[in-house]
């Protein structure tokens, strides 16, 4: 099954206007994390934001928040004031405790392409 | 500050070939992976190693081997590479997760680009 669900394949968004990337999740683990990465054309894997399952607050990072709702297994990326530079893939990922308890174990989505219209 | 490297960068292999990736991380890390991205898709974890001296298959192991050689360096061997494995394969590395809430960042590298013909 799978475990982490990004359900936009492409959006676009209008130059310096805010935008939501959808990211669901499914895990029977009370203790784990999730990630937002940037992928620019250029390949490599930008970390953005992090939230782990027992912070009570949304983080946020500069113009990055995350709308996390554990009732719900939602944790959507928030950018607000859209740059042309924020054109990229992003991708949602969970960390969660290896089977052995020995290490992370980091699943991805599918990835949404952002491109951001000046 | 290099973080994790990769090499190569770009590799074309023509079908049977065998070739190392190498990576290797300047953090102190004990976890080390290796996932792959294939054309507009996510990334899969191929093999991970939780500390030195440990590796265990991730989601997609077949055609791959893998050596944890010291705490900085986890290399990903492929015996006889098959067109089905070009792709983009990324390293990375993280402290290991003791459990709990808090953040961990996990580093990746740049990526190496693979072709098999």
């Known amino acids: 099954a799978q475990k982490i669900t990004q359900t936009q394949p492409g959006m676009f968004v209008q130059e310096k206007e805010a935008v939501t990337l959808d990211c669901t999740y499914d895990?029977?683990?009370?203790?784990?994390?999730l990630f937002w990465y940037k992928q620019p054309s250029s390949g490599e894997m930008i970390f953005l934001i992090y939230q782990g399952s027992y912070d009570q607050q949304n983080a946020t990072e500069g113009r990055y928040s995350l709308n996390f709702q554990k009732a719900r297994k939602s944790a959507n990326l928030v950018i607000s004031a859209s740059q042309l530079g924020d054109s990229a893939m992003y991708f949602c990922?969970?960390?969660?405790?290896?089977?052995?308890?020995?290490?992370?174990?980091?699943?991805f989505g599918g990835g949404t392409r952002l491109m951001v219209k000046p | 500050n290099a973080g994790v490297t990769q090499t190569p960068k770009f590799q074309v292999l023509k079908t049977g070939q065998s070739m190392t990736l190498q990576c290797a991380q300047d953090m102190n890390h004990n976890s080390m992976y290796w996932y792959r991205q294939d054309p507009g898709m996510g990334l899969r974890l191929i093999y991970y190693s939780a500390s030195e001296g440990t590796t265990d298959k991730g989601e997609v192991p077949n055609g791959y081997n893998v050596s944890r050689l010291n705490k900085r360096e986890f290399s990903l061997r492929l015996e006889s590479a098959a067109p089905s494995q070009t792709s983009v394969y990324f390293c990375?590395?993280?402290?290991?997760?003791?459990?709990?809430?808090?953040?961990?960042?996990?580093?990746f590298g740049e990526g190496s680009w693979l072709t098999v013909v």
């Open positions: 895990t029977s683990d009370p203790s784990y994390g």
């Open positions: 990375a590395s993280s402290e290991i997760f003791l459990g709990g809430g808090s953040g961990n960042t996990i580093y």
């Open positions: 990922a969970m960390r969660e405790v290896a089977s052995n308890n020995a290490g992370n174990m980091l699943t």
